[in-house]
């Protein structure tokens, strides 16, 4: 293994909230009331549209950068949703308050199919699981 990153959460007595620390960052998560929750955080899944939205836009602003382009305000909408076999699928709407050429979208849109979470949640990852001693 080349990096590693490290997340651990721990459990509250508010039934799905949890606390979650990452690096030097805590966070929480919950489910909403419908799901038995508080509504109290984001849901795990919103976590998951968060990751890739985050790299989406750092990559394609670092991308953009390094070429000299102006981004302006960048925006991505992510949408998810589960096809009737149960998998995942996940529609990404890319903005930005700046007039790119054609070709320049072309580019960014081959970027964003290749940012490093896009790669992780497409090629997938080894999970293993162990009980703590």
Not at 19 to 46: K, V
Not at 55 to 81: D, S
């Amino acid at each position: 293994m080349t990096s590693s990153k490290t997340a651990v959460i721990v459990s509250t007595d508010t039934n799905y909230l949890h606390h979650i620390e990452t690096g030097r960052f805590t966070l929480s998560t919950d489910e909403p009331a419908a799901l038995g929750g508080q509504g109290a955080a984001p849901a795990p899944f919103q976590y998951y549209l968060a990751a890739l939205s985050a790299c989406t836009a750092i990559t394609l602003r670092m991308y953009a950068q390094r070429k000299g382009w102006n981004l302006g305000q960048f925006r991505a909408e992510l949408t998810l949703g589960f096809d009737d076999a149960g998998k995942p699928q996940i529609h990404r709407l890319l903005h930005s308050d700046q007039a790119l050429s054609d070709e320049q979208w072309t580019r960014l849109l081959e970027i964003v199919a290749n940012t490093p979470v896009t790669k992780a949640l497409r090629d997938g990852a080894v999970i293993t699981s162990a009980r703590a001693s």
